[in-house]
């Protein structure tokens, strides 16, 4: 491992059972602590000046106990061994009993390495700066109508070390860094934002052989594209979801509601429906967090479980949720490599990385050519999911009119809002370009770096919303 | 190091100004499910900002260790960074001496009680919404959280302020099913007293909401007048509440960036950011830059009277500052509110359904992060509600769409309602009616 965890953290295994017996003194069956030590730097700049920038430093722990289904877990900043010593203790006192589980030997795993970041922090900001002026420069020269361009560098970098009392040893070290661009076009009566977006589990190597310039006048097209747009009239229709961030559509409609965090606790449409039927048969979707390119891409997850190819879907049929070590007990499912949290200061559990359908069968113009009238969503926005209702909704940040097998005109202020269980199941097309966004997902552990993909699809009917029209 | 030391050691390096801004958070939370404790976590957490001015310009790191290593790299890092930015309008720290509105401190008693007891009254928050009905099949969030801060800023102008509070929060979402449809309902309390979280309320409100959505059908497209349920009124403000930011419009990022002055919203929309407002939970004397907080009517009587502003953008708008510098998350100073409303008017919530003839009670919104755009003030948010006729509450309906611009909404406000929530948090609005929005259904 890239990290000696042992300098980092200051961790014997001799003290790690130590605590780990405190924390098990009581009766627990499970006891594990967490580590981590991370710096984060933002660069922001706006019309082309480097307005401002922040550099942060992160290090805590969160320490956790487990007996009979019920979790006691602190997060505490000051993570000296004295402190995870008191706060083991201060867990145990939780419970009544004398201890019954033993602190298995530690064992780290050999796992394959799938992340691997190399340059995150240069000699000086050069580069930085660099992508960001031309982000700016691609942006503002695309059009007279750009009034505002703000370009925004964010660099992550995170060593995690997790030890448990079933044998768990596990260091990570994680990097997230991505570029971001937004433009925004004003007619002088009407404002409209465009937005691109580029991230990757790695430093600044991503970069190479990247147009930046291209970058920004990809946000700057999306903003003069949607000043120029006649507002969407809303109703029910044909929707053709373009492939990349499309895949929001999957990431809500349908994968949180199979997060054990939904599941276990009888709050997902999507329980007890592994082995039935839930999508069309064209159908097939994973969860991937071993893909080395995709910045939801993890070596290990934060339990320190390698992260794994989870098939979700196959021909329409539920195949399996997304499991964290504690909700596995509860739901005799094993444990997917899925746990996952912001920082220390959230409690883990199961979580999305790379979500993705695989591709299908038709091509792009087919899908198109095929539909009579209906929207193309070309570039969706975010959105958000009930799980327990299966109610989502999302924005669609560019969009087009289909008329007569043709994408005319562009349309803006498209919603997208429909059940989970009845969208996945009238998607009658899918195409064989999978493309992926970028995407950082917030739910109960925080806000991490997720990929949702797809190829193009088509949802034979759903609701869109918009303003436009007399009716 | 201490903060007096990093103050002193930023001067040393060069900066010209230096302001430390220390944060303590100790938290606990309590999950149940099934009538037993889910989990129990606690978080004690601190960390420190550190922001350097030179030649006008300032950069910002946090650190949650005060080690003399880390503290001294993060300070030459924050030295060449600061050096490294172009200069944009000029930033300021504050200088000590002024007078602050005092505020009395919010203190919880939530120490006095025992973990067992607040356990207990998760079980009956649980216990009492399933007795409640048989539809009512379980209760998917039972939670209660409690919170204290102290807050402690200093710089090497003469500022050097403390504020704490603590609070405790509950929330309860039964979950109601039918024939294989699924509603949620959603009550929170925020509180002070133990002894005074409103149990009753939380069980009635969420369970009456869930059973109430059981059976929702869809709605045809059309306009219609829509009546707001006040918290999704005070989502929306919220989700808009940036173009009233002085930062917004240095971006030119709002609408409103030439209009001050100017009359852009109906006659009887006022909107106050009162940051020692008796219906709100929190009360600020200062921000996070150690202005003193003022109230004023940001809109009054439909009129823009001016941004909310940091001392940055008051002094680059050529405004006086208001008090309004905030850290949102890392170190950097941004505009915000402290507790923004728009003032009421006098009609309850049912004498306000009562007007409308045929149109639909807006309940619950969801996607404002995503479905609208504050730069041009259009939104289009999925709805669950009711259908509205001859003055009555009629049919449960969900998965529609409401569609509008905000800036036109301010004009077609029709009625305001008098129920803003006590103790509200951030931002607020009572029920309101607007003449027309646009329903994408059916």
């Known amino acids: ?471 | 190091m201490t903060l007096d030391q990093i103050i002193k050691r930023g001067l040393e390096l060069g900066l010209e100004a230096v302001e430390v801004y220390a944060s303590t958070t100790e938290s606990n939370s309590l999950k149940l499910d099934e009538g037993k404790l889910e989990s129990y976590s606690m978080k004690e957490l601190f960390s420190v900002s550190i922001r350097g001015l030179k030649n006008g310009k300032m950069a910002s790191v946090t650190t949650e260790s005060l080690d003399d290593e880390v503290v001294e790299n993060l300070l030459q890092a924050l030295v060449r960074n600061v050096d490294a930015l172009d200069a944009t309008e000029p930033e300021f720290m504050f200088e000590g001496g002024s007078v602050y509105q005092p505020v009395e401190e919010l203190k919880s008693n939530y120490k006095d009680f025992t973990v067992a007891q607040k356990t207990e009254l998760l079980k009956t928050l649980e216990r009492r919404c399933l007795a409640v009905s048989d539809k009512i099949v379980k209760v998917g969030y039972c939670q209660y959280s409690e919170t204290s801060r102290k807050v402690q800023l200093k710089n090497s102008k003469g500022i050097d302020l403390a504020q704490s509070y603590s609070y405790i929060s509950t929330f309860v979402g039964p979950l109601a099913a039918q024939d294989g449809q699924t509603a949620v309902g959603i009550s929170g309390d925020i509180n002070t007293d133990f002894n005074a979280i409103e149990v009753d309320r939380m069980i009635e409100e969420s369970t009456k909401d869930a059973l109430a959505q059981l059976g929702a059908g869809s709605i045809e497209t059309g306009k219609y007048p829509v009546v707001f349920k006040r918290d999704v009124a005070s989502e929306i403000l919220s989700a808009f509440s940036s173009v009233f930011l002085g930062d917004s419009a240095l971006r030119r990022m709002t609408i409103l960036t030439d209009k001050v002055g100017q009359k852009v919203f109906g006659e009887n929309i006022t909107i106050c950011d009162d940051p020692f407002c008796p219906m709100a939970l929190v009360k600020n004397s200062f921000d996070d830059e150690g202005v003193p907080c003022v109230t004023k009517n940001v809109v009054e009587k439909g009129v823009f009277n001016g941004f909310m502003h940091t001392l940055k953008s008051a002094n680059a708008l050529g405004a006086k500052p208001t008090g309004n510098g905030f850290k949102a998350g890392g170190g950097a100073i941004s505009s915000q509110p402290t507790n923004l409303y728009l003032a009421q008017g006098d009609l309850n919530k049912d004498e306000i359904i009562a007007t409308v003839q045929d149109g639909i009670y807006v309940t619950d919104v969801g996607g404002l992060h995503a479905g609208l755009n504050p730069i041009s003030g259009d939104f289009n948010v999925q709805g669950t509600g009711f259908v509205i006729k001859n003055g009555k509450i009629d049919r449960p309906i969900t998965l529609f769409v409401v569609s509008g611009n905000f800036y036109e909404m301010m004009n077609n406000v029709e009625l305001i309602g008098n129920d803003i929530e006590k103790r509200f948090v951030g931002v607020a609005c009572p029920t309101l009616k607007i003449k027309s929005l646009a329903i994408s259904g059916k």
């Open chain 1, 1 to 471: 491992m890239s990290v000696k965890h042992q300098q980092v953290f200051g961790i014997t295994e001799e003290i790690a059972k130590q605590i780990l017996d405190v924390a098990l003194s009581t009766g627990g069956q499970f006891a594990e602590v967490f580590m981590e030590n991370a710096t984060s730097e933002v660069l922001r700049m706006r019309q082309g000046k480097l307005e401002s920038t922040n550099l942060s430093s992160t290090k805590g722990a969160a320490v956790r106990v487990i007996k009979d289904g019920t979790e006691v877990s602190a997060s505490v900043t000051l993570a000296t061994v004295e402190k995870l010593l008191e706060t083991a203790k201060t867990l145990a006192d939780s419970f009544v009993g004398e201890q019954t589980t033993q602190v298995a030997p530690f064992v780290e795993k050999d796992i394959e390495i799938v992340v691997n970041p190399l340059h995150v922090r240069g000699e000086d900001n050069s580069k930085e700066l660099q992508l960001l002026s031309d982000s700016t420069r691609g942006a503002k020269e695309f059009s007279q109508e750009i009034v505002q361009v703000i370009s925004m560098l964010t660099k992550n970098e995170r060593n995690i070390f997790v030890f448990a009392s079933d044998s768990t040893w596990q260091t990570d070290r994680r990097c997230n860094t991505r570029l971001i661009c937004q433009a925004i076009a004003s007619d002088g009566k009407d404002m409209q934002n465009g937005m691109s977006s580029f991230g990757r589990n790695q430093g600044m190597e991503m970069f190479e052989g990247f147009d930046a310039i291209q970058f920004g006048k990809e946000a700057a097209f999306n903003a003069v594209e949607m000043l120029h747009a006649e507002e969407m009239t809303g109703g029910e229709m044909p929707v053709v979801i373009h492939n990349g961030f499309g895949g929001v559509i999957l990431h809500e409609a349908c994968v949180h509601g199979l997060e054990a965090t939904s599941v276990a606790k009888g709050m997902s449409v999507f329980c007890g429906k592994v082995g039935q039927k839930v999508a069309s048969d064209i159908v097939n979707a994973v969860d991937d967090g071993t893909h080395p390119d995709l910045w939801g891409s993890i070596n290990v997850d934060d339990e320190g479980t390698p992260s794994k190819r989870n098939l979700l879907i196959e021909n329409g049929i539920l195949r399996g949720y997304l499991v964290d070590k504690r909700n596995s007990f509860k739901m005799d499912h094993p444990i997917t490599g899925s746990s996952r949290r912001e920082s220390y200061k959230y409690q883990t559990t199961s979580r999305m990385t790379n979500t993705y359908f695989l591709p299908g069968e038709s091509t792009f113009e087919e899908i198109i050519d095929n539909t009579k009238f209906g929207l193309f969503a070309k570039e969706m926005g975010g959105g958000s999911v009930n799980p327990a209702t299966g109610e989502f909704n999302f924005a669609v940040n560019v969009a087009y009119m289909i008329e007569d097998g043709k994408i005319t005109r562009p349309v803006k202020g498209a919603t997208l809002v429909g059940s989970g269980k009845d969208v996945l199941l009238r998607i009658d097309m899918i195409a064989n370009n999978l493309e992926y966004g970028y995407g950082m997902c917030g739910s109960q552990s925080g806000s991490i770096p997720t990929i949702v993909g797809q190829p193009t699809i088509r949802v034979s009917h759903m609701t869109v919303g918009g303003k436009g029209g007399n009716k």
